[in-house]
């Protein structure tokens, strides 16, 4: 059972329900301490002056608001405290809207809501009147010491208050360069769109969250299990790769033909399908080697008296440098060589 981090109450025009408030989410994520290799020690954090890079006493260190760069207003704990928002231990539901006006990017954090003592029957009948007129309450809520905007929303048999995130804080769509929502407009035919439909409706399923798992969560903690067996002197065997070589994203040669390919289950390759319509193969390979520059055959000959002069070291730097017209020097790099010798 979650422990209880709040309790206080709903309170809409004269009802009252006492509540407790519970965590919804639990973090299973991997992390990772850092250590001292040498001791395996943990690694603490100093407060230090960037400036200096001195370590600061705790008594000379306060909490400052930068309001230009560089330049700072100081705050004093009461002042803070004195502008956080008087808590309640109430959820004060200010208006009720249609569920679907509230979007995905304004939640939060979700907790769950239980009744307290002699508060099951409001409880219920909350509840109740929320899944029927298919709304949910917005209210206010301090939680922490911070002031919250918050959803009441009915789950299954209960109630969830998922904190939502203010106006200002969820930015704008606008600014971004995106298609226009005219199918005209980016060249999609009805054609296009109905086999784009299909494919969707092909692929839709209910919801299973127990489908999904964080798969590096998963390969770590059985990383770590292998070597917790393995002990710490243990000679430690190498993580198996992955089976298979990864895939390869496809060139998207035509998207109505894609979309038959999805539909259709076929798995052919972009090279096969850029083969059949006629396309050139894309060149995957280096480039030609080039021509050898006017003037080469001279800086050969030269090379080739120096190795003469210089010995083997001459040879060996005139030969770590081929051309593609290598073959017709060779005499000319016996003769260095047996200069040299």
């Known amino acids: 059972m979650a422990q209880i981090i709040w309790r206080g109450a709903i309170s809409f025009g004269l009802v009252h329900i006492p509540v407790r408030l519970y965590p919804a989410i639990s ?48 705050l004093s704990d009461e002042e803070i405290k004195a502008a956080n928002p008087e808590s309640t231990q109430t959820i004060d539901i200010v208006t009720f809207v249609d569920a679907p006006e509230i979007s995905f990017l304004y939640l939060d954090t979700p907790y769950f809501l239980a009744p307290d003592r002699g508060g099951d029957k409001v409880y219920a009948l909350l509840r109740d009147a929320l899944k029927k007129s298919g709304r949910i309450g917005i209210a206010n809520v301090v939680l922490h010491s911070k002031q919250h905007l918050a959803s009441l929303i009915p789950v299954g048999a209960g ?45 839709t399923e209910p919801w299973d969250p127990e489908r999904y798992h964080d798969t590096f969560n998963d390969e770590i903690r059985k990383l770590v299990q ?66 050898a520059a006017k003037g080469t055959k001279g800086r050969t000959k030269a090379s080739a008296s120096g190795s003469a002069k210089g010995g083997a070291s001459g040879s060996t730097s005139s030969a770590a440098k081929p051309s593609a017209r290598s073959s017709t020097r060779a005499p000319a790099k016996k003769r260095a060589a047996h200069a040299g010798s």
């Open 159 to 203: 109630l969830a208050l998922n904190t939502l995130r203010w106006a200002d804080e969820v930015r704008d769509i606008e600014p971004l360069k995106l298609p226009s929502q005219s199918a005209s407009k980016n060249g999609i035919s009805d054609r296009e769109l109905k086999m784009a439909t299909q494919l969707i409706d092909d692929m």
């Open 27 to 74: 973090h299973q994520r991997v992390s990772f301490g850092l250590l001292d290799k040498r001791s395996m020690d943990p690694i603490g954090y100093n407060k230090v002056n960037k400036r200096t890079g001195k370590e600061v006493d705790k008594s000379n260190i306060v909490r400052g608001f930068e309001y230009e760069k560089d330049q700072y207003v100081v």
């Open 226 to 291: 292998r070597k917790v067996k393995l002990g710490k002197t243990g000679t430690l065997r190498a993580v198996e790769e992955a089976s298979g070589e990864p895939k390869k994203s496809a060139d998207i040669l035509d998207l109505t033909e894609m979309l038959k390919r999805s539909l259709s289950g076929k798995t052919k390759s972009a090279k096969a399908e850029s083969t059949e319509s006629g396309e050139a193969p894309t060149r995957t390979g280096g480039a030609k080697a080039k021509p």
